[in-house]
């Protein structure tokens, strides 16, 4: 007996050993590799002898395969689709530290004893008619719209797709809880994705009191045990629900007949590490190999998922209205270039914002201000010559704390106190520019003694904890302002919310990305989203220097279709996604040399495999020159055709392995997502 072996590295063939016992396909081994001895997953299992002297494994690390041959079979599917290497794969698709004794304990003690019965009794995804009974309590009646998607997403059989587009507040997650018991009573399980879990622990907890015991939740702020205890809930059939992050579309649930991907939009589906795969795409396709309905919801859906809506490959259901006859806020656009005028310098808040903040707080009620970036000012500028301060290690500039008085690099964590004079000119005349949120709460304080405020970005929310005790404690009043990041834009509902302010809404404008716009509609539509969401109607005041640019113009009247069909000319003409597949080649160094003349050679490597569909740009230094003292230079590629961009990537992976160039500096991104 042979077996190919996917080993855990970073190489992108697998290969072959001897077998002296019979071993399942996904199970892992230990084989002799070039002197070491190393981990791998057996792939495929076969009689024919290759001519070649070959050496047999080491070991047997799972004698029955934890992985089960739908997820085995996603991860090849990966493998091949984001040119990442196969045993990297599959070690991403189990959790860290996993043993065969965590999934079957070993009959020895008291409690062991117990768990090993349970985990062998194997009940069924299935609740008892006593349990079926307890569900039907405390459901709202579903509106028409949500009623009609409901039935959409419930009524095919096998394999289909659907995108729930549905502005905020219209009940989405009703139709996904709906849809999980609609499956549960057919005996199959639910898989529902979340971009951040901390950020929605109201769809965990309305899942978790409408299915009490069947649920179980994996995420990345779980220690190593909880992951595994988790992990081994849902293998024995004990968890048919399951609420998770990206690396829980992994998760062993057996008879899937439902996979929601919520917030569909959001980046943080995409890994920025090898694997680098998409959750959202990745759940499709595991809905398709269990022939399980794959439902897709947002009030902003992707360009790509939108244009698959159009192009007939997904099914669509739209609601157009939030429940309870709520109204979508109303939303005004305040020009800052007149603040500025007016005011004969910059100011952060606009008079129009102050006075509405100060209207809820006389009335009692809950205002949200959102900016983009954390810390107090955005840089240190010498007014005499012009210096800034720029961190060593990357071509970024360094954003000043207040709180801990220092100078912090927001990409590699460089830490350093701000200077009295200037280094280059001596001159005192040292200015903070630009705001951050912590600048933001200090100013509203001062505007407000008496108001209660919070803060939520990366500095204040260090935990799942952090999150709950402060929007927990904004849920219940105990909070009048919220400043916050994008971390407060989405998913979240706060009925006491009627007061949205945008400060800095430009920003996302800027960045050197071709999905800029796309971002800067969602933001917006998500952020006023959190407006109005009880009963009295909501109000949003979106600061801007460019207030006539259109997407804040269709962001502000919620015309998604208008946006979609104006986005989808410019990115048809400038061949990008969704009109063109894409992918993006990083290569770095840490010899600002060396990075030049490694992606000149890829260029031109890439340029000799080129078909007539594709089209090469680059190399040219990335956005982010310098990061974490790497010096990286950028290649995109673009192609009508994906086959035919694949067969390249796969020649250049060929290429990287023959020419012993190293994977970690020759770095391959299909279908990325941002390309900083
Ligand atoms: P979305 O996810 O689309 O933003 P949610 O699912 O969070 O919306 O729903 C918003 C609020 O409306 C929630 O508090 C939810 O409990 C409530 N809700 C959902 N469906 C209905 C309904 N049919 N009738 C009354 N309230 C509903
Ligand atoms: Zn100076
Ligand atoms: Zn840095």
Redesign the pocket.
């Known amino acids: 007996m042979y077996a190919d072996i996917a080993v855990c590295l970073p190489l992108p063939r697998t290969f072959v050993y001897k077998l002296p016992e019979p071993v399942e396909r996904g199970c892992r081994v230990v084989v002799p590799f070039r002197k070491r001895e190393i981990e791998g997953f057996v792939v495929d299992v076969r009689e024919d002898a290759p001519h070649i002297e070959i050496h047999s494994i080491k070991r047997v690390i799972d004698p029955s395969p934890l992985l089960q041959p739908d997820v085995l079979e996603l991860c090849r599917w990966i493998a091949k689709y984001y040119v990442s290497p196969l045993g990297e794969v599959l070690k991403s698709a189990l959790p860290p530290g996993i043993l065969p004794k965590d999934v079957v304990p070993l009959p020895l003690g008291e409690g062991t004893a117990k768990r090993r019965v349970k985990a062998l009794t194997r009940p069924s995804a299935t609740f008892s008619q006593t349990e079926r009974e307890s569900l039907a309590v405390e459901r ?4 028409s719209e ?1 009623s009609r998607a409901l039935d959409a997403i419930c009524t095919a059989s096998g394999f289909q797709t659907v995108l729930l587009h ?11 809880i709906r849809a999980a018991e609609h499956f549960i009573a057919a005996g199959k399980c639910s898989l529902i994705l979340v971009p951040e879990i901390g950020l929605t622990p ?2 965990t907890d ?1 899942f978790s009191e409408r299915f009490p015991g069947k649920t179980a939740i994996l995420h990345s702020s779980l220690t190593k045990r909880q992951r595994i205890d988790e992990w081994r809930r849902i293998d024995a059939g004990e968890a048919p629900i399951v609420i998770g992050t990206r690396s829980a579309v992994f998760a062993p649930l057996k008879n899937i007949g439902l996979i929601v991907v ?1 917030e569909e939009h959001e980046t943080s589906y995409k890994q920025e590490e090898v694997p680098r795969y998409h959750a959202r795409d990745t759940a499709v396709m595991r809905a398709k190999l269990n022939r399980a309905t794959a439902v897709l ?1 947002s ?1 902003t859906p992707s360009m790509e998922s939108f244009h698959n809506a159009k192009s007939g490959k997904y099914a669509q259901v739209t ?1 157009t209205k ?3 006859d ?1 109204s979508l806020p109303h939303v005004e656009i305040v020009n800052m270039r007149e603040e500025y005028l007016d005011a004969g310098k910059q100011v952060v808040f606009s008079r129009r914002l102050l006075q509405v903040i100060a209207a809820r707080l006389e009335r009692g009620e809950q205002t949200m201000i959102l900016l983009n970036r954390r810390g107090y000012a955005a840089f240190l500028l010498c007014r005499k010559c012009g210096f800034n301060f720029q961190c060593n290690s990357c071509s970024v500039t360094l954003t000043y704390h207040r709180t801990i008085n220092k100078l912090l690099c927001h990409y590699c964590g460089l830490a350093r106190r701000p200077p009295d004079r200037c280094p280059a000119c001596e001159s005192e005349y040292i200015h903070y520019v630009g705001e951050g949120t912590e600048r933001l709460e200090d100013d509203l304080k001062k505007l407000y003694p008496d108001a209660r405020i919070g803060r939520v970005d990366r500095d204040t929310m260090r935990h799942v904890r952090d999150f709950e005790r402060v929007l927990g404690g904004f849920r219940q009043g105990d909070i009048d302002i919220l400043v916050g990041t994008q971390m407060i834009a989405k ?1 979240h ?1 706060f ?1 006491g919310v009627t007061l949205v302010g945008v400060v800095g809404a430009d920003a996302p404008l800027a960045l050197p990305d071709f999905r800029a716009a796309e971002r800067a509609f969602q933001l917006l539509t998500q952020v006023s ?1 959190r407006s109005g ?1 009880g009963d009295q109607p909501g109000e949003v005041i979106v600061q801007s220097y460019f207030p006539d640019h259109y997407t804040f113009q269709l962001a502000v009247t919620q015309r998604f279709e208008d946006f979609y069909a104006r986005e989808s000319r410019y990115r048809k003409a400038m061949f990008y996604p969704p009109f063109t597949a894409l992918a993006g080649v990083l290569v770095n160094d840490r010899e600002a040399t060396r990075a030049a003349s490694l992606a000149r050679d890829v260029g031109e490597f890439l340029d000799s495999v080129r078909s007539n569909a594709t089209r090469i740009l680059g190399p040219a230094p990335a956005p982010l020159e310098r990061l974490k003292r790497l010096h990286r230079h950028q290649l995109l590629i673009k192609s009508a055709s994906r086959a035919a961009l694949h067969q390249m990537l796969e020649r250049l992976q060929s290429y990287i392995e023959e020419k012993k160039i190293g994977a970690t500096r020759v770095i391959i991104d299909v279908d990325p997502v941002s390309l900083l």
Request: hydrophobic share 25%; proline share 6%; net charge positive.
């Open positions: 709202p009646v579903l509106t949500q549905g502005v905020t507040g219209s009940g989405k997650t009703e139709i996904y109201q769809l309305r919520d919801g009030a609601l939030r429940v309870e709520r998913g509902d009925p989203g969401r």
